[in-house]
């Protein structure tokens, strides 16, 4: 079974510290790995895509992605108030058109 | 704008009834999707469409039902046979390449 693991947390990080988010998964069939952002209530945003090995950044965001280690991170450098969230790490699997989600990480940023 | 619409955002039903929740987007996507999220947990897959007039069960079909009749439209049944009706459920689509998921705003449904 496909399975996806993140740190629950709460993590929480100074305002202006880096956050680091982390997710694993199972299957070595993973095609494209995605960051979405859940505020409270809310349905989920994507803030990042990353397919290949290595650093993808977006503004304050960075994916990190290591297939051999079958490891997906995500920093935020200069964390704000408004970061706060849960953060899901999502895996695609190119047959089937199949995404397994993690459980999610609960960022708090204290300002 | 394209995007993903889902109605209504909240929703009350009495045990024991059928509701119908609506997704409807103009993306132009093939395949779509409903997750259920209770509070503090992550989405669980209900059931997902690739193509119309086909459908296959997530990890949690029971007491739910869809039908897929229009690429643009992908509704769900909560059944009185789903216990815990009460939760959020998202509905999704993408592409068929290495596209993400496009989420709904979501529908709040509360069972009593």
């Known amino acids: 079974q496909k399975e996806v693991e993140q740190n629950s947390g709460p993590l929480s990080v100074p305002e202006g510290a880096i956050a680091s988010l982390n997710c694993t998964y199972s299957?070595?069939?993973?095609?494209?790995f995605f960051w979405y952002r859940q505020y409270s209530g809310k349905s989920p945003e994507l803030i990042m895509s990353i397919y290949s090995n290595g650093d993808k950044e977006d503004g304050r965001f960075t994916a990190q992605l290591n297939k051999a280690s079958q490891y997906v991170s995500l920093l935020i450098r200069d964390s704000q108030p408004s970061d706060s969230a849960t953060y899901l790490c999502?895996?695609?699997?190119?047959?089937?058109?199949?995404?397994?989600f993690g459980p999610g990480t609960r960022l708090s940023v204290l300002p | 704008d394209g995007g993903i619409t889902q109605s209504p955002k909240y929703l009350f039903r009495k045990e024991g009834q059928n509701v119908t929740l609506s997704c409807e987007q103009n993306?132009?996507?093939?395949?779509m999707y409903w997750y259920r999220q209770d509070p503090g947990q992550g989405l669980r897959l209900i059931y997902y469409s690739q193509i119309v007039n086909d459908f296959q069960k997530g990890d949690i079909a029971e007491g739910y039902s869809v039908s897929r009749e229009k690429k643009e439209s992908f509704p769900l049944t909560v059944t009185s046979a789903q216990k815990n009706p009460t939760a959020f459920y998202l509905c999704?689509?993408?592409?068929?390449?290495?596209?993400?998921?496009?989420f709904g705003n979501g529908t709040r449904l509360t069972v009593t």
């Open positions: 999704a689509s993408t592409d068929r390449d290495e596209s993400p998921l496009h």
């Open positions: 999502a895996v695609k699997y190119g047959y089937g058109q199949n995404f397994v």
């Open positions: 993306l132009n996507h093939d395949a």
């Open positions: 299957d070595r069939g993973s095609q494209s």
